[in-house]
């Protein structure tokens, strides 16, 4: 897509806010629904195994809310954060 913004390291912008975070295989995690100090925070609504898996590999807790720093997201469209490979 043309509208694909690498973002490895970079800061969340208040555009983001709605957008799906999705897995590399495409599976929903969440989506971002607060942008603050340049991180992203989500809510959690995936399929609880695939959830799991991504909490694991991020270091989240129980949370339904989780903070999503930009070194774990390996691109952003108009519609979704793809995380990078864990």
């Known amino acids: ?5 690498e ?3 970079m800061d ?3 555009s983001d806010e709605g957008k799906r975070v999705v897995d590399r295989e495409g599976n929903v995690i969440g989506e971002i629904t607060d942008v603050r100090d340049g991180n992203g925070y989500v809510k959690k609504t995936g399929e609880e195994s695939v ?3 991504i909490t694991t ?3 989240w807790d129980d949370s339904a809310i989780q903070e999503l720093e930009g070194e774990h997201v390996d691109a952003i469209d108009d519609t979704e ?3 990078r490979e864990f």
């Open 7 to 9: 973002r490895l390291g």
């Open 51 to 53: 959830v799991d898996a």
């Open 81 to 83: 954060v793809r995380l």
């Open 57 to 59: 590999s991020l270091g």
């Open 12 to 14: 969340f912008e208040e």
């Open 1 to 5: 897509m043309s509208a694909d913004r």
